[in-house]
């Protein structure tokens, strides 16, 4: 069974930073975060593959994805954060590196910016 653990979250005042971390038990070709705070959808935070990264337009400037092959782990590293910002964060990880979708999730973790 594929595992995903998710930790780092957190209460964090308005301008601050907090760095969430997602640790697989497999190696995954495409490894994500996403969040959906109450009442919205999922959003789409940021993601990393073989080659390249990416961010949501929400997040671009103020969240840096990185990744640590060897240890399965990837972290997100979260600046100048809003209260909107304020939702769960959960890791999402793709094995397949010719399709987009993810297999596995993690059971999210949760952040709060306090305003």
């Known amino acids: 069974q594929v595992r995903l653990v998710e930790a780092g979250g957190g209460l964090v005042q308005v301008g601050g930073s907090l760095t969430l971390s997602c640790v697989a038990n497999v190696r995954a070709y495409r490894m994500a975060w996403f969040r959906q705070a109450p009442g919205k959808e999922r959003e789409f935070v940021a993601d990393v593959s073989g080659r390249s990264d990416n961010y949501g337009d929400s997040v671009k400037g103020r969240f840096t994805v990185t990744r640590d092959m060897a240890k399965n782990t990837v972290i997100l590293q979260m600046n100048n954060l809003k209260p909107d910002d304020t939702a769960i964060y959960y890791c999402?990880?793709?094995?397949?590196?010719?399709?987009?979708?993810?297999?596995?999730w993690g059971r999210g973790t949760q952040v709060t910016v306090s305003s």
């Open positions: 999402a990880a793709g094995i397949d590196p010719f399709s987009s979708i993810f297999e596995s």
